[in-house]
């Protein structure tokens, strides 16, 4: 099978698409013909050296296809189901992968689409967990257009909460569509922020990481108010949390999210899509981002 690799650190040009054999699943794990695959941040750190410095490296966490061979033990789905789901192994960028943990695609759901949801959903899921997140709460999401912070915002309405959310100006009819109140981010956003909920919010989740954990941390009345998924020297510099999968993953997010779908309660976007082969470029386009939405190569 393709499957996208690197065997050296440095710029997407190290990318590669090599012939690898496909891999088998294991008791409890299903193989999928691989439809499309999600980019994220943590492919171009993983290429740029800066996580897991072993090489050569294959690369993705989550995909979306067909199920064409099952586990051993494995119940509940069948070879020929559309599946969307985590693969633990890194290696979902390519024509076939194992998921570990899955769940249907909604039937109002493409395959891109489906794969543009697992990671942002449980990490989402998983930090507004950490928080606490429930009905009458007050949550403030920085970063909330990026595809963790809509998933945050959706999931934490869901919830019952009241989501304040920070983005550009030209992402607030999108925000407000959502179900968030939205603000400015930038200089003067607590103030925005109070204007709002002038005792400030119960809550804070970052996901933008970008260097506002005092601000958050005074609004949310305390670190042990604030998450962030995305600024780990921050969070150990103010006492914050850093949401980490060893502290227990959100796996359970996969099959709430599609139900969520269905019902009209959680939308996704999917901001470009790539070949398999156009990966380098995919790559590009998230570090320089300019793209609003999911990055999502498809399987030809």
Known sequence: MKAARFSRFGPPDVLEIVDLPDPRPAAGQIRIAVRAAGVNTGDWLKRQGLMDRELPQTLGYEAAGIVDELGEGVTGVAVGDRVFGLSEGGA???????????????????????????VAGETSARALDQLGVEAGATLLVNGASGSVGTAAVQLAVARGARVIGTGSAAT?????????????????????????????????????????????????????????????????????????????????SLAEIGRLVESGRFVVRVGETFPLAGIAEAHRAGESGRVRGKLVLLMG
């Open 92 to 118: 979902a960028q390519a024509g076939r992968t194992v998921l570990s943990w899955y769940a249907p695609i909604p039937p109002s759901l493409d395959f891109a689409s489906a794969a543009a949801l697992p």
């Open 172 to 252: 607030h009819d999108f925000l407000r569509s959502l179900g968030a109140e939205p603000v400015t981010y930038g200089e003067g956003m607590p103030e925005r922020v109070r204007a709002l909920a002038a005792d400030g919010v119960d809550l804070a989740l970052d996901v933008a990481g970008n260097g506002v954990l005092p601000e958050l941390v005074e609004l949310a009345g305390g670190p042990e108010h604030v998450v962030t998924v995305a600024d780990l020297a921050g969070a150990q510099q103010h006492g914050v949390r850093f949401s980490r999968g060893d502290a227990g993953r959100a796996y359970y």
